[in-house]
């Protein structure tokens, strides 16, 4: 009899959300079964009116829901949410629910939802909030003789600029982030160093366009491909990060190192849906909760003052903890 529990990672199509619920099932040092999951345009209905179902999944994946039963399911994002209540009722009820992120249902459909500031999940006894997003980054180990030569051409200290790209109330002006490049641009030189700019699947070409513009001849724009992008990070010495992204911002701030949050504007949309007061209504994602929450505790800065995070804000081993005592509940 297999002494470990079956564990189910339920894979989407997002690389950050994918990225965190493999870092957490890596991090909890036991075997683990991915199931990689495409919705239809089902995926569009909130989950309140869907119950547990996979009439949101493509037939392709529902292929790879089949017994035996898991222990566990890890699942992340709203989309994942009628699937994994499916599977547990496939179980018998036997499966566990572990949800990342915000379900948009009752967080009692699940034993445990790992959170994060921004997300208005009811604080109940099953809800843990993190610090920050989980994150996946490892040391990249030493660069290739290209990285290395691509890297040493370029002054210290090295400025990381990473772009993210618009969300669902938030957008990112061209004119406004080469601003924030202009301005990285004089504290480089202030500094004697190089401002090195990296962009996302999710960055618009207007904002490359820009920011590229910007930094000219003084500064350099890598694609994240060469040098990779985890290699950019560990070699930086500064990184500033849109705030767009959740994801980055964390994986900046465990670095260690000074970090400052690239400010973005409301879209029309979140400024009609959330507001401009951030005084956002019952169930809406509002970045802001995160960005004053990672401020207060002082772990991120600005373009103008970037601030090093400290090393006990761990986000993953605060999450691989309650998945840990979630497990031994299970077994006693």
């Not at 189910?8 to 965190?20: M, T």
């Given at each position: 009899?297999n002494?470990?529990?079956?564990i189910?990672?339920?894979?989407?199509?997002?690389?950050?959300?994918?990225?965190?619920l493999?870092a957490?099932?890596?991090?909890?040092?036991?075997?683990?079964?991915?199931?990689?999951?495409?919705?239809?345009?089902?995926?569009?209905?909130?989950?309140?009116?869907?119950?547990?179902?996979?009439?949101?999944?493509?037939a392709?994946?529902?292929?790879?829901?089949?017994?035996p039963?898991?222990?566990?399911?890890?699942?992340i994002?709203?989309?994942?949410?009628?699937?994994?209540?499916?599977?547990?009722k496939?179980?018998?009820?036997?499966?566990?629910l572990?949800?990342?992120g915000?379900?948009?249902?009752?967080?009692?459909?699940?034993?445990?939802?790992l959170?994060?500031?921004?997300?208005?999940?009811?604080?109940?006894?099953?809800?843990?909030?993190?610090?920050?997003?989980?994150?996946?980054?490892?040391?990249?180990?030493?660069?290739?003789?290209?990285?290395?030569?691509?890297?040493?051409?370029?002054?210290r200290?090295?400025?990381?600029?990473?772009?993210g790209?618009?969300?669902?109330?938030?957008?990112?002006?061209?004119?406004?982030?080469?601003?924030?490049?202009?301005?990285l641009?004089?504290?480089?030189?202030?500094?004697?160093?190089?401002v090195?700019?990296?962009?996302?699947?999710?960055?618009?070409?207007?904002?490359?366009?820009?920011?590229?513009?910007?930094?000219g001849?003084?500064?350099?724009?890598?694609?994240?491909?060469?040098?990779?992008?985890s290699?950019?990070m560990?070699?930086a010495?500064?990184?500033?990060?849109?705030?767009?992204?959740?994801?980055?911002?964390?994986?900046?701030?465990?670095?260690?190192?000074?970090v400052?949050?690239?400010?973005?504007s409301?879209s029309?949309?979140?400024?009609r849906?959330?507001?401009e007061?951030?005084?956002?209504?019952?169930?809406?994602?509002?970045?802001?909760?995160?960005?004053?929450?990672?401020t207060?505790n002082g772990?991120?800065?600005?373009?103008a003052?970037?601030?090093a995070?400290?090393?006990?804000?761990?986000?993953?081993?605060q999450?691989?903890g309650?998945?840990?005592r979630?497990?031994?509940?299970?077994?006693?």
């Open positions: 009899m002494s470990f529990p079956r189910w990672a339920l894979l989407g199509e997002k690389v950050g959300d994918n990225n965190q493999l957490l099932a890596e991090g909890l040092g036991l075997p683990f079964e991915t199931r990689p999951m495409r919705y239809n345009l089902g995926r569009a209905v909130p989950p309140r009116f869907l119950g547990a179902t996979l009439r949101t999944l493509t392709g994946s529902r292929r790879w829901l089949q017994p039963w898991p222990d566990v399911v890890l699942a994002g709203r989309r994942s949410v009628p699937v994994a209540r499916w599977v547990r496939a179980s018998g009820g036997r499966s566990q572990v949800l990342v915000h379900p948009r249902v009752d967080p009692e459909h699940f034993d445990l939802v959170t994060t500031h921004q997300y208005p999940v009811p604080r109940k006894g099953n809800v843990t909030v993190l610090p920050l997003a989980m994150s996946r980054l490892r040391d990249p180990g030493p660069p290739t003789d290209a990285e290395q030569a691509w890297l040493s051409k370029l002054p200290p090295h400025l990381l600029l990473a772009l790209g618009p969300t669902k109330y938030w957008d990112l002006d061209p004119g406004e982030v080469a601003g924030q490049a202009r301005a641009l004089e504290r480089a030189r202030d500094q004697g160093g190089t090195i700019a990296v962009s996302s699947r999710r960055t618009p070409a207007p904002v490359v366009e820009a920011v590229r513009a910007e930094l001849t003084e500064g350099r724009f890598a694609d994240g491909v060469m040098p990779r992008f290699l950019l560990s070699d010495d500064e990184i500033f990060v849109t705030a767009d992204s959740v994801s980055m911002l964390s994986e900046a701030i465990q670095t260690g190192k000074p400052g949050m690239v400010p973005i409301l029309a949309k979140g400024r849906i959330i507001g007061d951030g005084a956002s209504p019952s169930g809406r994602r509002d970045l802001r909760r995160i960005w004053m929450a990672l207060d772990v991120v800065g600005t373009v003052e970037p601030v995070g400290r090393g006990e804000v761990v986000a993953l081993d999450a691989v309650a998945v840990r979630l497990l031994q509940e299970q077994r006693a």
